[in-house]
């Protein structure tokens, strides 16, 4: 038998990454094996958060890592992406708080917030010790936030905000909600606040029995009549195309973070097929096993190097949002079939916890539909491709 | 305070190593390295040391080039400047500890701390032999007296009491807690549990890269490290046979007695 060559050396990404952003992969991934990684499937079994990462994760740096200024870290979309994905490696669940707290919140705070705001917010959830959770999904409004029926009335030096959102990460442990709201009928009118827990009128609920993203907090937010001051609208965002930035935003490090998860699963069914004896000889000596293995490595090498090439693209300033799509739509799916590829190349195993790939394949079917679904991602590229919208 | 702090880059110990081509060597194509784990537990407490009493900490490595990864893992970790001694060629300890000879009197340290061993050659020299150069007192293997879970690890007390000019280390000897105190300046090796080493965090590492690392070469420290040990050859351990399996403990007495020859 030769020497099997590792998934890593497949990719040669390090010869890619400059000092700087090896250091914070070795550093996260050292983190997620420490202290992630032992606690992980029974939170995920139990439906469990585990909440007492947050603060550790905000001294690592990762919350807010790719934002500049108030107690962000201000580091590349690479180094960015690599952190999400050593954090995916474990679990979705986990990079997806990441992900709603840097990419989704604390953006848009900073893209769209005023000086205040910032100073007020920014810091302490960079530390862990403000969570925030962004509404924009909406029981009867999902790939078309547009048609949301969230409002806001306009109420002295107030507003009123009235409506509901449904599939929020974290609504139920935020300690502030980014909630868009129309002030009228069209998609200009799109507004955001921020939005405090214990505001009167204001409101999480639980969704029970999700079978995905069970290591991560989901729910819904019910605005009864929430007033909130003038203050606490974000001045700089106006219309769906701020929402719809922020979601840009945080699609970058989805399609980072889904690689992790699909090396996490390939390496299982490689490792798994190589140990495993059946007829005689191990698993990884049948070939219709070692296609299945090499088919998965296609997939992972080439959206890897992608990923890279994109995210550097994406510091440069250059990136336009059919790339992100395109990358988001790729990776998402190639991660969901390596997951369910790794699942049954591990017989009945696969479907234990202890495997972990049947976790990361429930995971995975989420990020298959938040932050634009395959087909609206799809839309979204052949619109750019042909200049004929198919929505 | 000024604390020297030594640096070693090692082969990743959870890498499968290879034997290169001419028996001497380690095959060195697509081998990961990290920061020698006694050294980081050194680092770690060079810098508790410093919060605790100010001053500074400066790493020391020796290695190729590339090592500067390792030293700026250190520096991500809160070392305040480093000292990269770039040689590409064979070490042994002794050419180690003439080069932190030089770097200890250039830089006047009041303590140097190093790890006890480095994982990959397993000497447990470099320590001792400084400090026979240095004429300097020595206290090895520093632990702590306390578990790894203990509050003072939690609130980064350091294991190492210095006052005034005296270290006070406690070691772990043969059944029992043996403490030593020094006179400063001193050279301190570290084991393993000290304490836990801290993970750079990801603002530290963007700050370490505005740190200094200053170079040097054996030449321009007037040093000839050429090996006084040499390899003759490398051997993977050999393989382990296969366990067997026995039906009761009678049959396990039998074999332990008639084969393993291990009880009588
Ligand atoms: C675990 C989890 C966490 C989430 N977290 C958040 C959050 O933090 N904040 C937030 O605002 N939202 C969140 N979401 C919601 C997520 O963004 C939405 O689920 C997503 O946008 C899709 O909306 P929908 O579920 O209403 O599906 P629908 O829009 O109803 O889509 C159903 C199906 O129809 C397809 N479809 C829709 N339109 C078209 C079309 N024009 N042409 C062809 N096919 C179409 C879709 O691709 C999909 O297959 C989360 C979802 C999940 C599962």
């Not at chain 1, 976790?359 to 539909?369: F, I, V």
Request: a neutral charge; hydrophobic letters at 40%; one cysteine or more.
């Amino acid at each position: 038998m030769s020497t099997p060559v590792s998934l890593e050396e497949l990719i040669a990404w390090t010869s890619l990454l400059s000092e700087e952003e090896r250091l914070v992969r070795a550093s996260v991934a050292r983190f997620v094996r420490d202290r992630c990684q032992p606690i992980i499937a029974g939170c995920f079994e139990d439906g469990e958060f585990p909440k007492q990462l947050i603060p550790e994760l905000g001294a690592l740096g990762v919350l807010g890592g790719n934002l500049e200024g108030y107690g962000c870290p201000g580091m590349s979309a690479v180094a960015y992406g690599l952190a999400c994905h050593e954090i995916e490696a474990c679990d979705s669940g986990l990079r997806s708080f990441v992900s709603v707290q840097t990419s989704l919140v604390m953006y848009a705070i900073h893209r769209f917030g005023s000086e205040a705001q910032k100073r007020k917010w920014l810091p302490e959830m960079a530390a862990g010790r403000v969570i925030g959770c962004f509404g924009l999904t909406e029981p009867d409004h999902g790939s078309d936030p547009g048609g949301m029926k969230t409002r806001a009335k306009r109420d002295g030096d107030f507003w009123r905000l009235n409506g509901s959102k449904l599939w929020i990460t974290n609504a139920q442990i935020a300690d502030i909600a980014v909630v868009w709201a129309k002030t009228g009928d069209d998609e200009k009118s799109v507004t955001g606040f921020i939005v405090e827990r214990g505001a009167e009128g204001f409101s999480a609920t639980d969704i029970p029995r999700k079978l995905s993203m069970r290591a991560s907090v989901t729910g819904g937010l019910s605005l009864d009549d929430v007033r909130v001051s003038e203050a606490s609208r974000l001045p700089e965002a106006r219309g769906l195309g701020a929402p719809l930035s922020c979601l840009n935003n945080a699609r970058f490090g989805v399609a980072f973070g889904v690689l992790g998860a699909a090396r996490a699963c390939l390496e299982q069914a490689i490792a798994y097929t190589m140990g495993r004896t059946q007829f005689g000889v191990p698993l990884a000596r049948k070939q219709l096993v070692q296609q299945e293995l090499a088919d998965m490595a296609n997939e992972v090498v080439k959206a890897s190097l992608l990923s890279l090439h994109f995210a550097r693209l994406k510091d440069e300033g250059k990136l336009s949002p059919a790339q992100v799509s395109l990358l988001k739509r790729n990776n998402c799916r190639i991660a969901l079939e390596a997951a369910r590829k790794s699942r049954a190349l591990l017989g009945a195993n696969g479907v234990s916890g202890d495997y972990h790939v049947m976790r990361h394949a429930m995971n995975l079917e989420s990020t298959y539909t938040y932050e634009g679904t395959n087909e609206i991602h799809a839309l979204i590229l052949g619109r750019a491709l042909t200049g004929e919208s198919a929505f | 305070m000024k604390i020297l702090c030594t640096v070693k880059r090692v082969t990743d110990p959870e890498v499968k190593l290879k034997i290169g081509a001419d028996q001497k060597s380690i095959a060195t194509d697509n081998l990961k390295y990290v920061l020698n784990p006694f050294d980081e537990i050194a680092v770690e407490e060079a810098i508790r040391l410093r919060d605790k009493h100010q001053g500074e900490v400066i790493v020391v490595s020796v290695g190729p080039s590339d090592v500067s990864t390792q030293l700026r893992t250190a520096l991500a970790m809160g070392a305040d400047r480093a000292i990269q001694i770039v040689h590409a060629g064979e070490l042994d300890s002794d050419g180690v500890a003439r080069l932190l000879q030089k770097v200890y009197e250039q830089e006047k340290p009041d303590v140097v701390l190093m790890g006890k061993l480095s994982v990959d050659n397993d000497s447990w020299q470099a320590g001792p032999l400084l400090a026979e150069y240095l004429g300097l007192p020595q206290a090895t293997y520093a632990s702590k007296n306390d578990s790894l879970e203990s509050d003072n690890e939690k609130n980064k007390v350091p294991g190492i009491t210095i006052e005034g000019t005296t270290a006070t280390v406690v070691r772990e000897a043969d059944g029992g807690i043996e403490t030593l105190k020094v006179q400063l300046p001193a050279v301190i090796t570290t084991d393993l549990r000290l304490n836990i080493p801290r993970y750079p965090s990801l603002p530290n590492i963007m700050k370490a890269k505005k740190k200094e690392i200053k170079e040097h070469t054996p030449q321009s420290l007037g040093v000839d490290v050429t090996p006084k040990v040499r390899v003759l050859k490398f051997e993977l351990p050999p393989a382990r046979k296969a366990g067997v399996k026995v039906a009761d403990s009678a049959e396990l007495l039998a074999k332990l007695r008639s084969e393993a020859k291990v009880i009588s």
